[in-house]
């Protein structure tokens, strides 16, 4: 792939943006395997595939929209509460 004579090893939202969206897609889909929240997501992204955080925002949001249960469950999920909640230990254990 190539932009003003520039070889792309990543699909260019220029060229392809199809094949850039789904890859952004792809990208966003990896960070959700490693319980990362939208905007560690975006920071991932554009530090390590250089993505442009509004392209990673969009495509997030669109995702979102296709897959509402799902998003709640994984916001749920990763929420610091959800993690607060599942360690505290009942009043009888802890007192000794």
């Not at 792309?8 to 220029?14: A, K, Q, W, Y």
């Not at 959800?82 to 254990?93: D, M």
Request: with cysteine; proline share 5%.
């Amino acid at each position: 792939m190539y932009l003003y004579g520039h070889h792309h090893r990543l699909p260019c939202l220029r060229c392809h943006p199809h094949s850039y969206i789904r890859m952004v897609q792809h990208l966003i889909e990896r960070c959700l395997l490693l319980h990362m929240s939208r905007d560690q997501c975006v920071k991932a992204l554009a530090k390590h595939a250089s993505v442009h955080p509004l392209v990673t925002l969009t495509v997030w949001r669109e995702l979102q929209k296709e897959n509402r249960d799902f998003f709640h469950a994984y916001f749920h999920s990763i929420s610091p509460r959800h993690f607060t909640s599942k360690s505290k230990l009942s009043p009888e254990l802890t007192s000794s």
